[in-house]
Nanobody, 121 residues
């Protein structure tokens, strides 16, 4: 069993930056790909970014390419998205996810409880 705990959500103005964190704990937690999904009000939970456990492969949704950077610290079982030039469309609950690569939504084995990001215009 793996537990994922997110932090770092909050309210930021459009154009601003925010860094989320997700700490994983449990058996084999650092062997999984990790990533982030988000869910806006009344919307589906959509893929944002993912990184494999060797940190060789990363992937991003088209909507965040060039603005978000995902990284992970395997020594501390933590994954970060650095989110820059935030837009109102980035508003939503951000969920940390872990599972086998390529970590599509159907591949997710573990979910965090989510952290809310609000981008004000």
């Amino acid at each position: 069993q793996v537990q994922l705990v997110e932090s770092g959500g909050g309210t930021v103005q459009a154009g601003g930056s925010l860094r989320l964190s997700c700490v994983a704990s449990g058996r084999h937690s650092n062997a999984y790909a990790m990533g982030w999904f988000r869910q806006g009000r009344g919307k589906e939970r959509d893929f944002v970014a993912r990184i494999n456990w060797r940190r060789i492969m990363t992937d991003y949704a088209d909507s965040v390419k060039g603005r978000f950077t995902i990284s992970r610290d395997n020594a501390n079982d933590t994954v970060y998205p650095d989110m820059n030039n935030l837009k109102s469309d980035d508003t939503g609950v951000y969920y940390c996810a872990a599972g086998p690569w390529p970590l599509r939504r159907v591949d997710v084995t573990y979910w965090g409880k989510g952290t809310l990001v609000t981008v004000s215009s």
